[in-house]
């Protein structure tokens, strides 16, 4: 196993990952991941939101389980178990790896933004994906789990955080969810849940659009208002 990596309760777990900007491109350079740019999205005002490139057809979300908690403990219960395989409407990935939701939250954008285009050719990661979209939900996430390179490259970025890198063994509490659109509709994609959740339908607007936040974060955000937490952030992925 790769430095740092270790078996916790039986189940391979890595070091988290931050959710910025400088992370993710790290990240999506270890997965030969190409022309995709990462922006702190630090509020939803018009005007703070004016700054970030459009448009914005993937968001990754972190936040404090006291936020995760209110926002989808009731809505957990009502998605069905996903037992598909290929990669239509999505392709879904179930998180059977520690501490790796932020590299499933990566993953799930990039394989299926503009259907999954930029990942380069031939690379380690497109092999990978063209091999899990043929196999069953266990099958696809044994293979994520045994899979040497995902592990390299979530450990080789986790250590590129601005923040103390934390031991695996400790508790996170933090939640990693990622929204795409795809073919004009808006996916939450969370391994740890039983399959992806469809938000909704967005034609021609972004993710950033008054629709696409009332489609993605803004539950979240409402509940981060109310909640007592140790934080929020959104990536948007351009």
Same mark, same amino acid.
């Given at each position: 196993m790769s430095q740092g990596v270790q078996i916790i309760n039986g189940k391979k777990t890595f070091i988290p990952l931050e959710n910025n900007p400088e992370v993710h491109t790290h990240l999506c350079k270890n997965l030969s991941v190409t022309d995709l740019t990462f922006h702190d999205v630090l509020s939803i005002t018009p005007e703070m939101l004016s700054f970030i490139p459009r448009p914005v057809n993937a968001l990754i979300l972190?936040?404090?389980?006291? =936020?995760? #908690?209110? *926002?989808?403990? #009731?809505?957990?219960? *009502? =998605?069905p178990e996903y037992t598909e395989s290929g990669d239509k409407p999505v392709i879904w990935m179930r998180q059977t790896i520690g501490h790796a939701c932020g590299l499933m939250a990566l993953l799930h954008v990039v394989v299926n933004l503009d259907n999954g285009n930029h990942v380069t050719a031939g690379s380690e990661l497109k092999k990978l994906v063209e091999q899990a979209v043929q196999l069953g939900p266990k099958e696809r996430a044994e293979l994520l789990y045994n899979s040497k390179f995902l592990e390299e490259a979530h450990m080789d970025a986790a250590s590129e955080g601005s923040s103390i890198v934390p031991l695996p063994q400790d508790e996170c509490g933090f939640h990693f969810v990622a929204f795409v659109k795809k073919d004009n509709k808006v996916w939450e994609l969370n391994g740890g849940l039983n399959g992806p959740l469809l938000r909704g339908d967005l034609d021609k607007e972004d993710l950033l659009s008054d629709r696409g936040l009332d489609l993605t974060v803004r539950d979240f955000l409402c509940s981060a208002e109310k909640e007592v937490h140790r934080g929020i952030s959104i990536v948007a992925v351009v």
């Open positions: 972190l936040c404090d389980q006291p =936020i995760y #908690k209110a *926002t989808r403990s #009731k809505v957990e219960p *009502t =998605i």
